[in-house]
């Protein structure tokens, strides 16, 4: 029975990518505990605490076995009956070993030996999943950037417009900060990429006195650093994944809602590339909606909520706390799939960005000159100061609002504003190309600081 809408054969493709459903998927997370027990067997019986021949009979049971509807459903009956996380899946799969490996599954282990190690090698490999997805994101900003550099639009303040700015500066601020992310999630895999092997309460002393062998060899051997300490109670490494995936989704989230105002009709500056046969409505056939940029909000907002959740998971009871831990098993595999696909999905929107460079110009048109205000007040400042040159430019600009002319008009018939600049000066501060400030030299300087070999 399917459950959640990620699952769902009609709309699963919203929420998750095959690479990650596949790794988050029942069938991938039981294979990934069973082949932790199987490893913990294999070093438990180098190091002489279980026979070799239980550890064999483990392995071999494991590379044949089926994570099939009967193997399920058998563990599921288990757990039920025991309300335990592993028992029902250790007696199947020791129903399947026979003796003497059946004996030995887990042997002093625990719940988190057993999960935390194998959410850390996922987390690992959804890691670098990301880096190579937010690695082309960044590509495609770098080419709108640069092919944008010199773009000159409206740059707005309070959802009004502001001073112009260029479509590049604004792409390479969305660049910048991927940029960060990238690195974040480098700097941090080390700190994710390390297993567990504590016992109950995180003192290894069901593994006697080769525990710390025993754990560096199984941990080394899943690809994994062993732990300096046991982490049963410490959560920050998931709270350090889960915060920097809420600063990705945010990102996104950003990028896509700047799209989806930009598309509005009444502005009409960038829009999402149209393919033929989408469907915006079913009753305003005229429609072409920002679907990928709204849907960038939906998954954010899941990301960003959860994130928070895992917070309060870092306070634990004791040496173990159920309350905080188990909820970690419906958000980590959730906030990764979402995260994945929002990555996913900003792959696809940039390249194919609309930019309506022609659009952008009649918007700064429209403005009537406004949007060159600060351009005459400095010009005016140097010579009766800042806020002397504010007033008398605010008030050309409140005149200029109410009878609808042009600003530049209103300020060239201005007694005042005539006695300090004259037409030629005046005409200065009303080109483009002197009121975009740096935004070039910046385009410039962030897309050189960046290195995507």
């Given at each position: 029975m399917v459950t959640?809408?990620?699952?769902?054969t009609?709309?699963g493709?919203?929420?998750?990518?095959?690479?990650t459903?596949?790794?988050?998927?029942e069938?991938?997370?039981v294979?990934g505990?069973?082949?932790?027990?199987?490893?913990?067997?294999?070093?438990q019986?180098?190091?002489g605490?279980?026979?070799?021949e239980?550890?064999?009979g483990?392995?071999?049971?494991?590379e044949n076995?089926v994570?099939?509807?009967?193997f399920?459903?058998?563990?599921?009956e288990?757990f039920r009956k025991?309300n335990?996380s592993?028992?029902?899946?250790?007696?199947?799969m020791?129903?399947?070993?026979?003796e003497p490996?059946?004996e030995?599954?887990?042997?002093?282990?625990?719940v988190?030996?057993?999960t935390?190690t194998?959410?850390?090698r996922?987390?690992?490999?959804?890691?670098?999943l990301?880096v190579?997805?937010?690695i082309?994101?960044?590509?495609?900003?770098?080419?709108?950037a640069?092919?944008?550099?010199?773009?000159a639009m409206?740059?707005?303040?309070h959802?009004?417009?502001?001073?112009?700015i260029?479509?590049g500066?604004?792409a390479?601020t969305w660049?910048?900060?991927f940029?960060r992310?990238?690195q974040?999630?480098?700097?941090?895999?080390a700190?994710?990429?390390?297993?567990q092997?504590?016992?109950g309460?995180g003192s290894?002393?069901?593994?006697?006195p080769?525990a710390?062998?025993i754990?560096?060899a199984f941990?080394?051997?899943?690809?994994?650093?062993?732990?300096p300490?046991?982490w049963?109670?410490?959560?920050?490494?998931y709270a350090e994944w889960l915060n920097?995936?809420?600063?990705?989704a945010?990102?996104?989230?950003?990028i896509?809602?700047?799209?989806?105002?930009?598309?509005?009709?009444e502005?009409n500056e960038?829009?999402?590339?149209?393919i033929?046969?989408t469907?915006?409505s079913?009753?305003?056939?005229q429609?072409r909606?920002?679907e990928?940029s709204e849907?960038?909000?939906?998954?954010s907002?899941?990301?960003r909520?959860?994130?928070?959740?895992?917070?309060?998971?870092?306070?634990?009871?004791?040496?173990?706390?159920?309350?905080?831990?188990?909820?970690e098993?419906l958000?980590?595999?959730?906030c990764?799939?979402?995260?994945?696909?929002?990555?996913?999905l900003l792959?696809?929107l940039?390249p194919?960005?609309a930019v309506?460079?022609d659009?952008m110009?009649e918007?700064l048109?429209?403005?009537?000159?406004?949007?060159?205000?600060?351009a005459v007040m400095l010009k005016l400042?140097?010579?009766?100061?800042?806020?002397?040159?504010?007033?008398y430019v605010?008030?050309?600009a409140?005149?200029?609002h109410?009878?609808?002319r042009?600003?530049?008009k209103?300020?060239?018939a201005?007694?005042d504003?005539?006695k300090?600049?004259?037409?030629?000066e005046?005409?200065e501060c009303f080109?483009?190309d002197n009121?975009?400030?740096?935004c070039s030299?910046m385009?410039e300087?962030?897309?050189a600081?960046?290195?995507l070999?």
């Amino acid at each position: 029975m399917v459950t959640h809408i990620s699952d769902f054969t009609i709309y699963g493709s919203s929420w998750t990518t095959p690479e990650t459903a596949e790794l988050f998927s029942e069938t991938g997370l039981v294979r990934g505990w069973l082949e932790v027990m199987t490893v913990l067997a294999e070093v438990q019986a180098e190091h002489g605490l279980i026979p070799v021949e239980a550890a064999r009979g483990i392995r071999s049971t494991f590379e044949n076995l089926v994570v099939d509807e009967e193997f399920l459903a058998e563990a599921g009956e288990d757990f039920r009956k025991t309300n335990h996380s592993l028992v029902g899946l250790i007696k199947a799969m020791q129903n399947r070993c026979g003796e003497p490996g059946g004996e030995w599954l887990c042997y002093g282990a625990t719940v988190h030996d057993i999960t935390d190690t194998q959410m850390c090698r996922t987390l690992v490999a959804v890691l670098d999943l990301f880096v190579k997805r937010i690695i082309q994101v960044e590509k495609d900003l770098v080419k709108l950037a640069l092919e944008h550099k010199d773009t000159a639009m409206c740059g707005r303040t309070h959802g009004q417009i502001g001073l112009p700015i260029t479509f590049g500066y604004k792409a390479a601020t969305w660049l910048d900060e991927f940029e960060r992310h990238r690195q974040r999630l480098c700097e941090m895999r080390a700190r994710l990429a390390v297993g567990q092997l504590a016992g109950g309460v995180g003192s290894l002393s069901s593994l006697g006195p080769q525990a710390e062998a025993i754990q560096k060899a199984f941990c080394e051997k899943l690809n994994l650093s062993p732990p300096p300490i046991s982490w049963t109670t410490t959560r920050d490494r998931y709270a350090e994944w889960l915060n920097n995936l809420a600063l990705i989704a945010a990102s996104g989230d950003r990028i896509g809602q700047e799209i989806y105002n930009l598309q509005r009709p009444e502005i009409n500056e960038v829009a999402e590339g149209f393919i033929s046969g989408t469907v915006g409505s079913i009753t305003m056939p005229q429609k072409r909606n920002p679907e990928i940029s709204e849907h960038l909000g939906t998954l954010s907002r899941l990301v960003r909520h959860h994130a928070a959740w895992m917070m309060e998971n870092l306070v634990h009871d004791h040496e173990r706390d159920g309350r905080s831990w188990k909820g970690e098993w419906l958000i980590l595999p959730e906030c990764s799939l979402v995260a994945d696909k929002m990555l996913a999905l900003l792959q696809s929107l940039l390249p194919n960005l609309a930019v309506r460079k022609d659009r952008m110009q009649e918007n700064l048109a429209g403005t009537n000159g406004m949007i060159y205000a600060e351009a005459v007040m400095l010009k005016l400042s140097a010579r009766m100061g800042k806020q002397t040159a504010h007033r008398y430019v605010y008030d050309c600009a409140m005149r200029a609002h109410e009878t609808g002319r042009h600003l530049k008009k209103v300020l060239a018939a201005d007694a005042d504003i005539s006695k300090w600049l004259s037409p030629a000066e005046l005409d200065e501060c009303f080109e483009l190309d002197n009121s975009v400030g740096h935004c070039s030299a910046m385009v410039e300087r962030i897309v050189a600081g960046i290195d995507l070999r």
